[in-house]
């Protein structure tokens, strides 16, 4: 099993940042890729960015340039560096661990989710 929790959102302008954590408790996520979802309200969960275990990242159109994904193996840790931040990025944003080292398929673990709110 692997536990995964998500920090760092939050309230902020147009035009500005956020860093989002993610740490996983349970098992190395060394070998597994980890990904970055999103839902905003009255909408269905998109993919926003991954990481595969040997550090390959891809990133959903709409925050390509904006937003960047790493990933920090010796702590247990990913990260989503967004920048540039538009009132569309508003959502809760989830972090998810693949069961293997690329993100094909479903995600097997979610973690609960933190709020983003870019205001105009």
């Known amino acids: 099993q692997v536990q995964l929790v998500e920090s760092g959102g939050g309230l902020v302008q147009a035009g500005g940042s956020l860093r989002l954590s993610c740490t996983a408790s349970?098992?190395?996520?060394?070998?597994?890729?980890m990904g970055w979802f999103r839902q905003a309200p009255g909408k269905e969960r998109e993919f926003v960015a991954s990481t595969w275990s040997g550090g390959n990242t891809f990133y959903a159109d709409s925050v390509k340039g904006r937003f960047t994904s790493s990933r920090d193996n010796a702590r247990n840790t990913v990260y989503l560096q967004m920048d540039s931040l538009k009132p569309e990025d508003t959502a809760v944003y989830y972090c998810?661990?693949?069961?293997?080292?690329?993100?094909?398929?479903?995600?097997?673990?979610w973690g609960q989710g933190t709020q983003v709110t870019v205001s105009s």
């Open positions: 998810a661990a693949y069961l293997g080292p690329m993100s094909v398929g479903i995600p097997k673990y």
């Open positions: 349970g098992r190395t996520i060394s070998t597994y890729a």
